[in-house]
Nanobody, 117 residues
Framework: QVQLVESGGGLVQPGGSLRLTCAAS????????MGWYRQAPGKQRELVAA???????NYADSVKGRFTISRDNAKNTVYLQMNSLKPEDTSVYYC???????????WGQGTQVTVSS
């Protein structure tokens, strides 16, 4: 069973940057769309960025132009570069499959991102 481990979160000031990493313990088929999700306290988990087998990407409007998702299929790793961070980006960030209607890997522990001055 593949396990997903997210890392790279932390405390950053507004306007700052972070790079998140999602490392899989096993092979993730390159055909799988992968995504980064976030969940703030009291809110539902939301998909903020997705990357497809074609390397095409899609972003939630709230992060478009600030976040960039990428993947390294050889390393079974997905990245999220976050720039121009805002306090409203504060959440726990998770990675998982992104395609609607497909099964998900077991959720990892996530990585906390806190944007505050």
């Amino acid at each position: 069973q593949v396990q997903l481990v997210e890392s790279g979160g932390g405390l950053v000031q507004p306007g700052g940057s972070l790079r998140l990493t999602c490392a899989a313990s096993g092979s993730i088929p390159s055909s799988y769309a992968m995504g980064w999700y976030r969940q703030a306290p009291g809110k539902q988990r939301e998909l903020v960025a997705a990357i497809f087998s074609s390397s095409g990407t899609n972003y939630a409007d709230s992060v478009k132009g600030r976040f960039t998702i990428s993947r390294d299929n050889a390393k079974n790793t997905v990245y999220l570069q976050m720039n121009s961070l805002k306090p409203e980006d504060t959440s726990v960030y998770y990675c998982n499959r992104a395609a609607a209607g497909t099964w998900r890997y077991p959720w990892g522990q996530g990585t906390q991102v806190t944007v505050s001055s």
